[in-house]
């Protein structure tokens, strides 16, 4: 199993500096991948000119969305942020999807919320659709699609457009259940081999209240299972292994740890663990 690693891009006083030497470290470190989460009704850097700027000071990893919101945004848009993020890193993007769970964002971005899973449907059959006759440059041929989500239609479009399953979150049996779901669906359609599982958590190695003071915030929307997730913060090296393993052993193909401090010093613990 590949371990990736999340940039800051939504924890508090993230500027340029920080999210790109943060890239350069992990280029250089034991990661096989940086990823970016996805609001728009919360302080944080946009993730596609996260990513472009990323690209630009590394070499190695992949470059992911973990996930981005794609209703949010015209689909030609979608397509063309997408597209110029993998030319611009040398064909290195994984395109995470989802609709979202927040109503602000759709609220923010003035997008109607209702009919959002159709809608995001046919953006991934336009991401899926030949590129040749689409004026939407540069080729989106190549990007490895992943859907998240946990709902049967969820599911269902990740068995027919995407390459593989961006789950949510959560202990390693959490994962396990939904990446049994997620194979079915992929045998249902008759589809050859197995999708791509990636999976995510996060983790305060040093200031554990500031960490969990952020998580908190920013999944207030959820109201008392804010505080499961604040729960479920790695906060030590040893839940990081444990947290590694128990995705191995549930099959997961690249597991991304995602900040919930943004520092430096954050990076070099969450090296430290996973490469002792």
């Avoid at 919930?260 to 613990?269: F, P, T």
């Amino acid at each position: 199993m590949n371990v990736g690693v999340g940039l800051p891009n939504t924890t508090p006083d993230t500027d340029g500096a920080l999210v790109l030497e943060w890239a350069r470290r992990a280029d250089a470190g034991p990661f096989s991948s940086v990823a970016v989460l996805d609001r728009v009704a919360y302080d944080g850097l946009e993730p596609f000119a996260t990513l472009a700027a990323a690209a630009g000071v590394t070499a190695r990893v992949r470059l992911a969305t973990m996930i981005a919101i794609a209703p949010l945004r015209a689909t030609a848009l979608l397509a063309k942020q997408a597209a110029s993020v993998h030319a611009l890193s040398g064909g290195r993007l994984t395109l995470g999807l989802a609709i979202g769970a927040r109503i602000e964002d759709y609220e923010v971005a003035g997008v109607e919320h209702r009919g959002r899973g159709r809608r995001f449907s046919e953006q991934l059959a336009y991401l899926r659709g030949g590129v040749d006759e689409d004026l939407v440059g540069p080729s989106r041929d190549g990007i490895e699609l992943l859907v998240g989500g946990a709902s049967g239609p969820a599911l269902a479009r990740m068995a027919r457009y995407a390459n593989g399953y961006a789950h949510g979150g959560g202990p390693p049996r959490a994962f396990a259940s939904a990446a049994t779901r997620a194979e079915a669906a992929w045998r249902d359609l008759g589809r050859p081999g197995r999708p791509r599982l990636w999976g995510q958590g996060y983790f305060a190695l040093g200031d554990v209240e500031r960490g969990n003071a952020y998580l908190r915030d920013y999944y207030a929307f959820t109201g008392p299972f804010a505080e499961r997730i604040v729960a479920a913060n790695l906060t030590s090296a040893r839940a990081i292994k444990d947290f590694v393993r128990g995705y191995e052993e549930a099959g997961c193909d690249e597991l991304v740890l995602l900040p919930a401090v943004g520092d430096l010093a954050e990076l070099d613990r969450l090296a430290e663990a996973v490469s002792g």
